[in-house]
Structures are given as C-alpha cells and as structure tokens.
C-alpha cells in the first residue's frame, strides 16, 4: 500500500513521507476508500514542532510491524492542525467532551462517513503509567469494528448529533460596555500572579492577547492596576528562560510557573503577537526593556522566519540533536557552567554563570541551564556582557540548530505584517517595515485569488490547496490596516476591504455570529465556532477588530455594525472568562473610545515636519486608533478628504464619534489629544 503524503506542501505531513503506514492526507478519497474497504479510519493531527508528534511517530508509525497492522485494518489519514485547523477544531471539541482533555498528537479513530467513535491524544508503544499501548488501542478499537459494529455506530451517531447541537451562549448584539470591561479587569487581578506575572498556574504561557487588553483599558482609563500587571508580566517573561537571552525571540509557553523552563518550540504567532505587545508597552511606558524586546524580537522574526519569497515560517522546532546524533527537547538552547568557560575563559564563564543564572545543579535537565536573567543580576560592566553574549551566540551558532516548518500561514503572517510594521515605525527602522510590505507583497501575489479569496499556506511559493478560515481573513486584514497607517499607501486598505468583505458575506450569520470557516467551505460533521482566544486571537474577535478599524479609516457603516454585534459575545464572555478572550476585550476598549480616527497631512510625505506628526499620531495610546497619512489634497486614504494644511504647514486631524478638534500643527497637542 502506497504512503500518499510524498507530494503534499506541509513539512508535518512530508516528515511522515517515508513512514511504512500507508497514510492519506485528508481528503475525500481516503473517506472513499474506507467505505470501500469496510474499515475504520484512524485520524491522527499533529504539527511540526510538536514534542510529542515525534516520540509516536518515531515509536510506532516508523515501527514496520504496527505500520502493517494499521494498512491491514485501518485506513490512516495525517493532518496538519496548522493547515486544517477546521478539522482540528471539529476533532479536538470531540476529544475534549470525551475526555476531559485534549492535546497534540490527537488520535481519533472515525467511520468512514467522519463521525468519531474513539479518542485520545499520545498512545506509548508499550503501556505505561496507566496508558494502554497503542498497539492494545488498535487491536481495541479493530474488535469494536469487527464484532460490535452496532454499538460503534450507535457511539459515533450520539457524538456527531451532540457536537451538531452544541451552540455558543451568543449573549446579545449588543458591545460591553463599562461594567462589562472593569469585570474583565477584576476578574484578570483576581486570577494573577503577583509574586511571578502572568496568569494561573503551570504550565504558563504569555497572555498576549490579556496583555493588549491591559495596556488599552489603562489607556483609556487611567487604572495603574492594569498597567501593573502588564508591565510586571512582560518583565518576568524577558527575564526569564521563556526569553532566548542571546537572540531574541520567546519560546511556546513555560512548564514551571516562573517562566524559567521553556517548552523550547518559538512560533511564528507568539512572536508577533508579543513584539507587538512590547512595542506598545514601550509607547506606554517608555521601558528601556521594553524596546530592547520589541526590537529583538523582530529581528529575530526577520533573521530566523523569514523565507526566500519573503514571508515568514511557522516554526522552529523544539528538538535538535544534541551532538551525539539523538533528538533531545532544548538541545540548541541550554548550558553547563562548563560550557560557559570552554566558550569564554575562567573569568568570563563564571560572570557568565552569575549574569545569566547558570548553575553547577542546573534548572533543567542533567545539569544543564536555560539561560535567563535572575531579578538580582547586580550591576554589570555593558560592553563585557554584550562581548558574552556575542561569543556565547557564536558559539551556539555551531550546534546542529532545530529544523524549521517553512509553511507560511496566512493569519500569523498577518499578525507578524502589523508588529514589524509598527515596530519599524515606532524605532525608525524602515527595514522592518520592508519586511512587513515584502510578507504582505507575497500574501496578495500567492495567497489571493482574482476573487480575492485567500489560501490559508504556502510553501516555497507553491500555494497551499486549503481555503483559509477566518482568522486568516481576520488577521491579514489587521496586517493590511497596520500598513496603510505607517506606510499611507491605500492599496493595503484595499486589500484590507476585500478581505472584510469576504467576512461580511461567507463567515457571518444573521444574528451577527462568526463562524470559523466560511459557507462554502468544506462541510464536516460540525461547522466550527470558537469565539474565545487560543494561542492566537480567535477568528471572531480578531475579524470584529478588523471590522471596527476598517470602519473607522473608512466609515463604512455595515462594517462597523458588524463589529458591534461581534462584541456581543464580548459583554457575555469577557467578566466570566477574561484570560480567554483578552483580544475581544482589547477590541472593545477600542470601540468605547471611539476609535479615533487621525489624518496627518503635509506638502508631500518626505516633508519632515509632517513625517514628525505622523510618528506622534502612531505613538498615541488611544486604543485602536487609526492613522491616515498622505499629502494634502490626495485621495489616497478617505480620512484626508478635505484636509488641507494650516498655514502651509502640515497638520493633524483628530475625530471621535462624529466629532473632530481642531487640526493642530504642534506634536505636543497631538501627543495630548491621543492620550487619556
């Protein structure tokens, strides 16, 4: 039997080309051929970075006996979660009512007509610590198939009609209001860290979308609580092993509470997310630290993500191998006071140890550091550390370095176009503008059609067969908004609005719901929902966020709508769970403020002055205002309409709610009028 995954664009699925199991990628064939063959499907969802994918691909889809005991009496189907996160979700709310819990690798066993009947996440090739093995599971589930078919299909009838009669508690079409917003906050201060930042237990991962919230609603209302919290979490995360302290970049998530042992894996979504988070920790504070984070982040996106055709990666992987040939989890990352001085000398490693909290027992696993940057570091020489550092990342650069997923995806693409286009904007560092215009040039040359439809990947320039869902839509549509508002060029607030469009008419409902795929996507046993956030934003906030900037760069008023009767599921959701859906929140506090709406004009855009007021009016913390700028007279972008230059000099204009102060020539009133 033929292993079919040869030709596919995912790197999970061509990492599982060579395995002996005769897998399909998903597809209607492969549904095909188990009716035909009158057995059971055995649907297994990972990703490329994924820890655990490997370890049970290695043990047993590479293991020849198991491989032919799956080809005998299953038909195998690989999916990327990545790229069909449709099918992910669909499968994984299934687990999740089965059993109580959920995870990646996810192994569900399904008939030929889709419906699950059999769960469960990582299966050991031996039974182990109350787990059957995996080989127990399929003899299992094959007997099931075999010899209680009734049973089997009655089980999978009940799944698929309770997953299809499942429906999110909407709320109203009605936007959260104050009370609504000072619960969210409540709620997050009564589920925070105080002695560590961040929310709840282990394992931690950065609240990005929480974060954003925090920063808008002290914006906009003065309360230090929030900022606090912010601030003292985006601390604790930079200086901890969460942080790669020689390059930048923020690994998945921490498995101990104090952010110092990382799941290693760096993902192309939690970088953007929280360089952008730092970038605006930065206009709000002015934290040294802040921008060192903001900037190497992004640097760090642009040196290690970037690809050949200019978009960005998905992934590095957690794993790499350690030198001897074995795939260990941290490989690349870690250190032994050894290793410290074998790099840089007796006296140099020990004040490497000291700086970077590297010990004799170690704070990971056989002796071996992550390195972080202990809260009393003490006062260190600069330039000897910044030396440190440099020879340390030298050094590192010589250790086989973990593989990365290629796959560009449209919607973390988006989030990485909106931090580096405002990062750049934000430092003076067009060259990270020009990598958010290059990821944005690829996603409108390869992922959208001549109907403006978008495909959720690409790799190597080879596009992707798999429609994109709403976040894609969502979340490119904010990159475009955040590139028109540095660059003032109104093509990306074109884009912006096809995309929105394609929302409006194929992922919204009559009530004003969201959906995650779109009416004419393909149809599985559930259409997926989810308004709360995950790793990412969900689709249906980060669409009513892209809505609601649309509306205002534009006045569209059937967008704005939209956006307001998104955020009824805001006002539900947001004082009872606020850690899950945090960029609701954040969008909502751009909606109480108006947003505003600023156009800066001047006699051209390479005019100095003009170029000064239109860096203050991005440096405004007013939550999710929008910036148009251009050159008096253009119609370029719809808020210069009829905003002329005062007194031959270049001017701001600042709206909110139907009403507008009067343009202003001076930075400091700006600055002042985009301010609490």
Known sequence: ????????????????????????????????????ANKPVLLSVGYSSCHWCHVMAHESFEDQPTADYLNEHFVSVKVDREERP?????????????????????????????EPFYFGTYFPPAPRHGMPSF????????????????????????????????EIDYGSTEAPGEEELSGALLGLTREYDPQRGGFA????????????????????????GALEMARDTCERMARGGIYDQLAGGFARYSVDREWTVPHFEKMLYDNALLCRVYAHLWRSTGSDLARRVAVETADFLVRELRTTEGGFASALDADSD??????????????????????????????????????????????????????????????????????????????????????????????????????????????????????????????LDEHAKLARTSKDGQVGGNAGVLEDYAD????????????????????????????????????????????????????????????????????????????????????????ERALGVVKA?????????????????????????????G?????????????????????GAVVAFGAAGSDELPLLADRPLVDGEPAAYVCRNFTCDAPTTDQERLRTALSR
């Open 476 to 563: 490119v549509a904010e990159g475009f908004l955040a590139l028109a508002s540095v660059t003032g060029e109104g093509v990306w607030l074109e884009f912006a609005g096809f995309l929105l469009d394609h929302v409006l008419t194929g992922f919204v409902d009559e009530s004003g719901a969201l959906y995650d795929t779109a009416s004419d996507a393909e149809q599985l046993i559930r259409r997926p929902q989810d308004p709360t956030d995950n790793a990412t934003p969900s689709g249906w906030t980060a669409a009513a966020g892209a809505l609601l900037s649309y509306a205002a760069q534009t006045g569209a008023e059937p967008h704005r709508t939209a956006a």
């Open 603 to 623: 006699p051209s855009l390479d005019d100095e002055a003009a170029k000064a007021l239109h860096r203050t009016a991005l440096l405004g913390t007013a939550p």
């Open 1 to 36: 039997m033929p292993n079919r995954l040869a030709h596919e664009t995912s790197p999970y699925l061509l990492q599982h080309a060579d395995n002996p199991v005769a897998w399909w990628p998903w597809s209607a064939e492969a549904f095909e051929e188990a009716r035909r």
């Open 573 to 601: 959701l947001g004082p009872r769970v606020p850690r899950f859906i945090g960029w609701g929140l954040a969008v909502a506090e751009a909606y109480l403020d108006g947003p505003r709406e600023v156009a800066v004009v």
């Open 201 to 224: 237990g282990a394992p931690k991962f950065p609240p990005s979308m929480a974060l954003e919230f925090l920063l808008r609603h002290h914006a906009r209302t003065g309360a230090e």
């Open 135 to 166: 080989r127990q599971v399929l003899e299992g589930v094959r007997s099931a198939w075999t010899d209680r078919r009734d049973e089997v299909a009655e089980v999978a009838g009940k799944i698929t009609r309770d997953l299809s009669q499942r």
């Open 322 to 447: 350690d030198g001897t040939g074995k795939h260990v989890e941290g490989a690349y990352y870690v250190w032994t006071p050894a290793q410290l001085t074998e790099v840089l000398g007796e006296e140099d490693g020990g004040l490497a140890a000291q700086y970077f909290g590297v010990t004799a027992d170690g704070t990971f696993e056989e002796g071996q550091s992550v390195l972080q940057l202990p809260q009393d570091e003490g006062v260190f020489d600069a330039d000897r550390i910044a030396s440190i550092k440099s020879r340390l990342l030298e050094a590192r650069s010589q250790r086989p370095a973990p593989g990365r997923d290629d796959k560009v995806v449209a919607a973390w693409n988006g989030l990485a176009i909106a931090a580096l286009a405002e990062t750049g904007a934000y430092f003076d560092r067009p060259d990270l503008v020009e990598a958010a215009v290059s990821a944005a040039d690829l996603l409108v040359r390869l992922h």
């Open 86 to 114: 449709d099918v992910d979700a669909v499968y994984m709310e299934a687990v999740q009512a089965a059993t109580g819990q959920g995870g990646w690798p996810m192994t569900v066993f399904l008939t030929p007509d889709a």
